[in-house]
């Protein structure tokens, strides 16, 4: 082999420069393979999400609406109302109240579109009941996320807005503690029935015709049977009764509103002055009930072997709460009264037997 001769150069010339060519090649891929390295797969994963992400058309997003408000149709009307000389307009509605956001939401004020009230009143159901089992309604209660809740609202309007016999039908608008509005789009509020009223001959108006005697709305009911009391244990040796109050709507149209009961008398006069609040803010609508606490006391399973009765029963009342001696018998006034419908009202005897059982029974 001649070295000298330039054929014999020229392959192995053109192999290096072949190889050259390829090492300048590897550089960029080398440079994005240390890329690849120091990010990781993210990057590669997030494209390929873009691509098997489904496209959605038109479905709106969860927070869109993050409220759902289904009516009650049974507890929600419009009704006259007054303010000394003026007529007005009552609008209450119930609504049952889906919250489908990842977050609590309290409903803090609601309106009418179109209307001003002058007195907007709205509370929500507690999502926790008390120590009696009672959920409260009470405007700071929130309606916790991803759980549904019950809202009311009491709206007055004056001069009046309605007028006859046709049910109101309008935008109902909430506001939360966002500062978000909810429109709840074509309520309707069924009307009371206005007063009858007489004519003369040429058709005018003379007023209200003689009414017959007021028709029982509200019903008043104590027992030892059935709903009208529960019992909870507390221990091994003790327990404790609870006597409900059931008040009713008995009338078969009129709906009861802001209904209040309240104890008038305690017999033995007690060193508490009475009347004592047990709720108050009530809406019935005909034939419909509420089960209200009324006392409690703490009764031994077994006294006889060990007595760890209470000494005194407790009476479920709003602000200072009577204690009243075990050993005496105690006889309740108790009165319900709504807007415009007669009150009722009824006498119970409250008392702990030899037996170290709590009873009630009502009287006359």
Request: hydrophobic share 40%; aromatic share 10%; charged share 20%.
């Amino acid at each position: 082999m001649d070295w000298l001769d330039p054929e014999t150069w020229r392959v192995p010339a053109a192999l290096a420069e072949h190889w050259q060519k390829i090492a300048v090649a590897i550089v960029p891929v080398a440079a994005a393979l240390g890329t690849l390295l120091k990010w990781g797969w993210a990057p590669i994963r997030w494209l390929l999400a873009q691509f098997r992400r489904p496209v959605k058309f038109g479905s709106p997003s969860r927070d869109e609406r993050p409220l759902r408000f289904v009516l009650n149709d049974q507890q929600s009307f419009w009704g006259p109302a007054r303010s000394g000389d003026r007529a007005g307009t009552q609008v209450a509605g119930h609504w049952h109240v889906t919250n489908v956001s990842d977050r609590d939401v309290v409903i803090l004020g609601a309106r009418l579109a179109n209307h001003v009230a002058q007195i907007a009143n709205v509370a929500t159901e507690s999502p926790i009941a008390d120590r009696y089992g009672v959920r409260t309604f009470d405007s700071r209660n929130a309606i916790p996320a991803n759980r549904m809740s019950e809202v009311t609202a009491n709206l007055f309007f004056f001069p009046a807005i309605c007028d006859g016999h046709d049910p109101l039908i309008a935008d109902v608008i909430f506001i939360d503690n966002y500062e978000s509005e909810h429109v709840v789009r074509q309520a309707r509020f069924r009307p009371i029935k206005p007063a009858s009223s007489t004519s003369n001959p040429d058709g005018k108006s003379v007023g209200n015709k003689p009414a017959d005697p007021p028709a029982q709305v509200l019903n008043l009911q104590v027992g030892e049977s059935g709903p009208l009391f529960r019992t909870t244990g507390r221990g091994l040796h003790d327990i404790r009764r609870t006597f409900n109050i059931k008040l009713s709507n008995v009338h078969p149209t009129n709906t009861a509103t802001n209904c209040k009961v309240h104890i008038t008398k305690i017999e033995p006069q007690t060193e508490f002055d009475g009347p004592w609040s047990l709720t108050q803010g009530l809406t019935l609508a005909a034939g419909d009930y509420e089960f209200i606490p009324l006392a409690t006391f703490g009764e031994a399973r077994n006294p006889e072997s060990y007595n760890c009765a209470d000494s005194f029963f407790t009476v479920h009342v709003e602000g200072t709460c009577p204690l009243l001696d075990a050993d005496k018998e105690y006889f309740f006034t108790m009165r319900a009264t709504a807007v415009d419908i007669p009150m009722c009202e009824i006498r119970c005897k409250v008392w702990v037997g030899d037996d170290g059982r709590f009873h009630i029974e009502q009287c006359g």
